[in-house]
T-cell receptor, first 110, second 115 residues
Framework: KQEVTQIPAALSVPEGENLVLNCSFTDSAIYNLQWFRQDPGKGLTSLLLIQSSQREQTSGRLNASLDKSSGRSTLYIAASQPGDSATYLCAVGNTGKLIFGQGTTLQVKP | GAGVSQTPSNKVTEKGKYVELRCDPISGHTALYWYRQSLGQGPEFLIYFQGTGAADDSGLPNDRFFAVRPEGSVSTLKIQRTERGDSAVYLC?????????????FGPGTRLTVT
């Protein structure tokens, strides 16, 4: 059974710092991996999708990497801003459905 | 174009009542997914449709939960004899499996409260 773990559960950093969020999964037979952002009381916004054949994806200040063999993905956020404060969720996909981690709640202090 | 929409945004019901939650996927997306998110947790998969048929309903917790997608577009999640433990945010997502990576796009969710 696929299990997804995100560490840390919460993170607080000063504005401008570069930071890394971690995601690990137990079964390397995945189809894709998505990183989402969730603001309080809101739905999920897709940030990046990495297909199983890819190693990384970039969008603006965000970079996500995937290492299937070790069951790990990281989300790198450069030059963090207060507007980046949210919960970040990692989800691995196989046979259609997504299996989510519990998320990392990020607070970026001005 | 329009994203995934869900109605109602909030639903309060009494224990034992029946509720229906609706999802309108992105136009042209043949795959539709339902998830449930409890406070402080990541979403949990409930059911996945490809077209009109349920491709995977392994996440439905029990037979009080049922979902339909009769015309391959709008879907309705139905919960019978609601229990307080059913209180959660119900999220719907859709995707185009022919697209690169089968990226899922989520709606804003329906917050269900069972009193």
């Amino acid at each position: 059974k696929q299990e997804v773990t995100q560490i840390p559960a919460a993170l607080s950093v000063p504005e401008g710092e570069n930071l890394v969020l971690n995601c690990s999964f137990t079964d390397s037979a995945i189809y894709n991996l998505q990183w989402f952002r969730q603001d309080p009381g809101k739905g999920l916004t897709s940030l990046l999708l990495i297909q199983s054949s890819q190693r990384e994806q970039t969008s603006g200040r965000l970079n996500a990497s995937l290492d299937k063999s070790s069951g790990r993905s990281t989300l790198y956020i450069a030059a963090s801003q207060p507007g980046d404060s949210a919960t970040y969720l990692c989800a691995v996909g196989n046979t259609g459905k997504l299996i989510f981690g519990q998320g990392t709640t990020l607070q970026v202090k001005p | 174009g329009a994203g995934v929409s869900q109605t109602p945004s909030n639903k309060v019901t009494e224990k034992g009542k029946y509720v229906e939650l609706r999802c309108d996927p992105i136009s042209g997306h043949t795959a539709l997914y339902w998830y449930r998110q409890s406070l402080g947790q990541g979403p949990e998969f409930l059911i996945y449709f490809q077209g009109t048929g349920a491709a995977d309903d392994s996440g439905l917790p029990n037979d009080r939960f049922f979902a339909v997608r009769p015309e391959g577009s709008v879907s309705t999640l139905k919960i019978q004899r609601t229990e307080r433990g059913d209180s959660a945010v119900y999220l719907c997502a859709s995707s185009d499996p022919r697209g690169a990576g089968n990226e899922q796009y989520f709606g804003p969710g329906t917050r269900l409260t069972v009193t």
